[in-house]
């Protein structure tokens, strides 16, 4: 085989490999780091993401989806979730999950005007708690989640106004700070009538993940992981996500 045969078989190789198309879902409904704005996947975990997929070679086609329904999308194999997923021994029986891409603050936010102590996850026993359909979080707080009376509903500007009209205790928020305040004033609430809860319930670290049984799981993740090292190795990987954010 010639040298210039070869050279433009991989040069075909490769242009292939950039062209190859991959689903991304997310939330619909977990802004600002994952929602639909006029039907189109937003946030920053999304922009992030489709950074990400580019730099591995893909053509990422973003989808935003109830929470619940983007997992089982996922799950049936028609592509990948975006950087927002959590892993769980659970979650591992059915995904392969890339490195880590990024870390989220989950905070416990009450009412300013009925707080309760709060010391540890075991404190929400028999308490009120509004979460993400179909959210999990760290061991700790996934331990206690059967003897806590949740509510799961579709989107944190619901699950504030919830709280302040007395129909939760206390509502889990991913994204921090950030997050409370952006969609406090979504739900037209004053920062002032929320109490964020000392330091976050835990940092979450976010993943990639695909089904274990997509035929080319193992390929996709393998790509999408160099990827993240390469993007890590110059450290464009934080400062876009520190762009990203800085947009909300």
């Not at 905070?107 to 028999?126: E, M, S, Y």
């Not at 809860?197 to 080319?216: K, M, Q, W, Y």
């Not at 990827?227 to 520190?242: G, N, P, V, Y």
């Amino acid at each position: 085989m010639s040298r210039a045969f070869l050279l433009a078989a991989l040069l075909l190789l490769a242009v292939a490999a950039r062209a190859q198309s991959l689903v991304m879902y997310s939330s619909a409904h977990t802004a600002p780091k994952q929602f639909a704005d006029g039907g189109r996947a937003s946030g920053y975990a999304v922009n992030l993401g489709v950074a990400i997929l580019r730099r591995a070679g893909f053509e990422p086609e973003t989808r935003a989806l109830p929470w619940a329904r983007a997992i089982k999308e996922v799950e049936a194999g028609r592509g990948v979730l975006a950087p927002v997923f959590s892993r769980t021994p659970e979650r591992e029986q059915l995904f392969l999950f890339s490195l880590p891409v990024l870390e989220d603050a989950v905070v416990l936010v009450q009412d300013a005007a009925r707080p309760f102590p709060f010391a540890t996850p075991r404190d929400l026993i028999g308490k009120r708690v509004g979460t993400t359909r179909a959210a999990r979080f760290g061991a700790e707080l996934n331990a206690v989640l059967p003897q806590l009376r949740i509510n799961e509903d579709g989107e944190p500007p619901q699950r504030l106004a919830m709280l302040l009209a007395g129909r939760l205790d206390a509502a889990v928020i991913a994204g921090g700070e950030q997050a409370v305040r952006y969609n406090a004033q979504r739900a037209g609430i004053a920062l002032s009538r929320l109490r964020i809860v000392g330091n976050p319930l835990l940092l979450d670290s976010n993943h990639f993940a695909i089904a274990s049984a997509h035929p080319e799981a193992e390929a996709i993740m393998a790509r999408i992981n160099a990827a993240i090292s390469r993007m890590k190795a110059e450290r464009s990987l934080q400062r876009r996500l520190d762009d990203y954010r800085a947009r909300y």
